[in-house]
């Protein structure tokens, strides 16, 4: 006889595993988690994982702020060791940023972040690696950081099973099932689930899911390379994150004395997420080693060590998709992340919990909703040449 859940989580990833740990923590039924590889074998494996709260709207610098407490206090909250480490983040421009980065520091303050404008003379003094030739405008985040994504997932699985969830890899959901107006379960390659409630938290994947209910989720798989450089000299500390407005850049500290250096622009040329290449080509390698060098000086004199590239699941507004889906009660969706997800999901999870269970959306979930692209309720991010600053 099939197997029957009261909450089928589709996709292993940070989101899936963060939404079945909030699930099983509440001891709301019996949850699973479905992926179909391994867990944390899509982008979050991929991911750059920094934790900052330098956004452009007030709901998603209250939520990068909550998600960043928990990542500072993972252990006590969730369990384990997720890798967190505080570095800072030092945002620079030139003067094409007037408008964007005062009213974002301003924006940030009234939520209580702390960051703030500094000089650019300052930079020597918060973030030495950095250059400040050229920039007129800049800020400094102090409690941003950086994780281990695959570290926070299987973080996150690991105490959902000790919540009593069941994690099923190597089973890839084919269909989801319905009957009547409402989702019953699904089937996978294997077998079939009973469940009154899934939950798509597939990324990209999530979409080929949906379609065949008739929803057409608005989601574009775009590939993002980044270069990982081995900086000069002995054995190396960390150094605060970088995002260079001028340059569509961002340098990310590593162990080992490794900077990884990807691009924060929008990247407009969809991929298969499947079959997509992996590997850096030449120019991209040479264009991330030159801009990363304009940034961080010693960079000049790294050597690549490689990188990957990963996939992003991007919506028209560069914003995740959270919540109920129409024509089916029972039908909801965490995806849509747009390449700045990980971040956000110890809060996605505890929201998406919370509405599984009680009904209610959090406030500061609403944004989010599928319909907003049909109501012209799109997010608008002031920085528009880059989604994933939101
Ligand atoms: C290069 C790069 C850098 C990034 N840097 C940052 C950063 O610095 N900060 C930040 O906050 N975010 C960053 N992101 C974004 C962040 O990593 C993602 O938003 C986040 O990891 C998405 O998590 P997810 O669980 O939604 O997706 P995934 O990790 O892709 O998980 C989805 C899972 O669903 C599974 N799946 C798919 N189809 C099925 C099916 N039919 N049945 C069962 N399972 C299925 C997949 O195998 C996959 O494991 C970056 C992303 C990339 C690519």
């Not at 520091?105 to 972040?113: D, E, H």
């Not at 019953?184 to 080929?208: D, F, I, Y």
């Not at 500290?253 to 990884?260: E, F």
């Not at 991330?288 to 490689?306: D, I, T, W």
């Amino acid at each position: 006889m099939a197997e029957t859940f009261d909450y089928i989580v589709i996709g292993g990833g940070v989101m899936g595993a963060s939404i079945a740990y909030h699930l099983s923590q509440q001891k709301a039924g019996r949850v699973l988690l479905l992926e179909r590889q391994a867990i944390c074998s899509g982008t979050t494996a991929r991911s750059g994982a920094i934790v900052r709260q330098h956004y452009s709207n007030d709901f998603s610098i209250r939520m990068a702020k909550e998600s960043l407490h928990i990542f500072q206090h993972f252990d006590e909250v969730i369990g384990g060791d997720c890798g967190f480490t505080t570095t800072g983040l030092l945002v620079v421009s030139d003067e094409t940023g007037e408008e964007t980065l005062p009213a974002n520091v301003a924006l940030q303050q009234a939520q209580g972040v702390n960051t703030a404008l500094i000089a650019p003379s300052d930079i020597a003094e918060v973030a030495p690696e950095y250059s400040s030739d050229g920039v007129t405008l800049a800020c400094y985040e102090a409690d941003a950081g950086v994780a281990d994504p695959t570290a926070t997932t299987y973080c996150f699985a690991q105490r959902a099973q000790d919540h009593g969830a069941t994690i099923y890899e190597q089973q890839a959901v084919v269909r989801i099932l319905t009957q009547n107006g409402r989702v019953v379960g699904v089937e996978t390659e294997q077998e079939t689930l009973h469940a009154p409630v899934v939950v798509l938290a597939a990324n990209v994947w999530s979409a080929a899911l949906a379609q065949p209910l008739g929803i057409a989720l608005p989601l574009t798989a775009t590939r993002h390379p980044m270069l990982a450089l081995r900086r000069p000299g002995g054995r190396q500390g960390i150094h605060a994150v970088g995002f260079d407005v001028r340059y569509g850049i961002y340098l990310r500290p590593d162990l080992g004395g490794v900077t990884l250096v990807g691009a924060t622009d929008n990247i407009l040329t969809a991929s298969d997420p499947d079959q997509y290449r992996q590997e850096l080509t030449e120019e991209e390698r040479h264009f991330f080693h030159q801009r990363g060098a304009a940034c961080m000086p010693e960079l000049s004199r790294a050597v690549p060590r490689g990188g990957w590239a990963g996939i992003y699941d991007d919506t028209p507004d560069y914003h995740p998709i959270l919540g109920a889906l129409p024509g089916y009660e029972g039908l909801f969706c965490a995806a849509g992340f747009s390449g700045h997800g990980f971040k956000l999901s110890p809060i996605i999870g505890r929201w998406m919990a919370q509405l599984l269970t009680t009904g209610q959306t959090p406030e500061d979930m609403r944004p989010f909703a599928y319909e907003r692209f049909a109501h012209g309720q799109e997010i608008r991010p002031r920085y528009s040449s880059s989604g994933v600053l939101g």
